[in-house]
């Protein structure tokens, strides 16, 4: 059980670099010397050291540089075996001369895919792998997801009322608030975790939303919206400075500022068209807030991994109507008032 022990300390390293590595998975390391953790780190920002790397020097910087080739490191993905934004870590592991190395996940990054363990394994250091292995794929299911199926982790996302209705008959930005403050805090909290966050072109319209993070710390998601013939007005708050912002429409490829018109063929079907483009562009995750319409096209071309639902003690009695959807229940939580439901699809 000791694997497992400190598997989870690198599980609970790892999930802090959420929202901050993206489209880089989240990954935690610890070094462990007789039973002593001597060093640990994880991967904070995209584009800066690894985990590997940060508990080296941790350990280094604790006093413990001669202790390395003694000690055990622990990582919940495979070091990489290439050169990319740094250099790889399963040399810097080598060069250390680790007695072991424990490792939770193969990275599914074709790159890397098996080649760091080679890598270590060549250089005579012992390998563990598999250990927790399902509950590593769950910290990582953004990077798992992007590279096993080639399109970003997609979480579909809305607020209902308890007789399933998610907005009045005659709505407004106002009297479309069904959630109370503490769920409108933990939205928030979800758009600091994803890359994206997309609405469709009546969501625009009515709700006129900012779509950024302001009631959490975070930073904001690109915005993303479906408008197919650019008739989004211009003083519309998805289109102001505070974040970048693609526009997905039939009509022209251009760049205004932080707003970025992406034509596609709407005679297609466009969901996977966009989930293309953003596979391209190193996009793993995007958050969907609406409306019904475009959750429904989502849910027929089963093209979602979780949904989440904020069921709040009113009744409309009428309005418009929650898409309909089947999922197996993995999580329930309350906030306050409010219930809030987390499921996946029966079947991927």
């Known amino acids: 059980m000791i694997n497992e022990l400190y598997m989870n300390r690198c599980f609970e390293l790892a999930i802090k670099g959420i929202g901050s590595v993206a489209p880089n998975p989240m990954v935690g390391a610890v070094i462990v010397h007789n039973n002593v953790i001597i060093g640990e780190g994880y991967h904070q920002k995209f584009g800066q050291a690894h985990a590997e790397v940060n508990a080296v020097r941790n350990a280094i910087?604790?006093?413990?540089?001669?202790f390395l080739a003694d000690s055990t490191i622990y990582v919940n993905l495979e070091p990489c075996s290439h050169f990319g934004k740094t250099p790889p870590c399963a040399d810097l592991l080598i060069e250390c001369q680790f007695k072991k190395?424990?490792?939770s996940n193969y990275d599914p990054f074709p790159e890397v895919s098996g080649n760091g363990?080679?890598?270590i394994r060549e250089a005579g250091i012992d390998v563990a792998t598999g250990i927790l292995e399902s509950e590593g794929r769950e910290i990582n299911k953004?990077?798992?997801?992007?590279?096993?199926?080639?399109r970003p982790y997609t979480i579909l996302k809305y607020a209902q009322s308890s007789d399933g209705f998610i907005a009045p008959p005659d709505s407004t930005p106002e009297n479309r608030k069904i959630s109370n403050e503490l769920?409108?805090?933990?939205?928030?909290?979800?758009?600091?975790?994803?890359?994206?966050?997309?609405v469709g072109t009546n969501t625009a319209l009515i709700d006129n939303p900012l779509l950024t993070v302001r009631n959490f710390v975070g930073k904001n998601p690109i915005r993303m919206v479906i408008d197919q013939d650019c008739i989004l007005p211009k003083t519309n708050l998805i289109f102001?400075?505070?974040?970048?912002?693609?526009?997905?429409?039939q009509k022209k490829n251009e760049n205004q500022g932080n707003n970025e018109f992406i034509q596609i063929d709407f005679s297609n079907e466009i969901l996977n068209q966009i989930n293309g483009i953003l596979y391209e562009r190193q996009i793993?995750?995007?958050?969907?807030?609406?409306?019904?319409?475009?959750?429904?096209?989502?849910?027929?071309?089963n093209l979602w991994d979780e949904f989440r639902v904020i069921t709040a003690p009113i009744q409309l009695g009428n309005g418009i109507r929650a898409s309909d959807f089947e999922g197996m229940l993995i999580d329930e939580?309350?906030?306050?008032?409010?219930t809030i439901k987390c499921y996946k699809p029966i079947t991927q």
């Open 142 to 150: 953004r990077f798992f997801t992007f590279h096993e199926k080639k």
């Open 101 to 103: 190395v424990v490792v």
């Open 240 to 249: 102001n400075d505070e974040a970048k912002t693609f526009i997905f429409n």
């Open 284 to 301: 793993s995750s995007v958050l969907v807030e609406g409306g019904s319409n475009l959750h429904q096209q989502y849910i027929n071309l």
């Open 333 to 338: 939580s309350k906030l306050g008032s409010d």
């Open 117 to 119: 363990i080679k890598k």
């Open 61 to 66: 910087d604790n006093g413990y540089e001669s």
């Open 183 to 198: 769920s409108n805090k933990l939205v928030h909290q979800w758009r600091s975790e994803e890359q994206a966050i997309l």
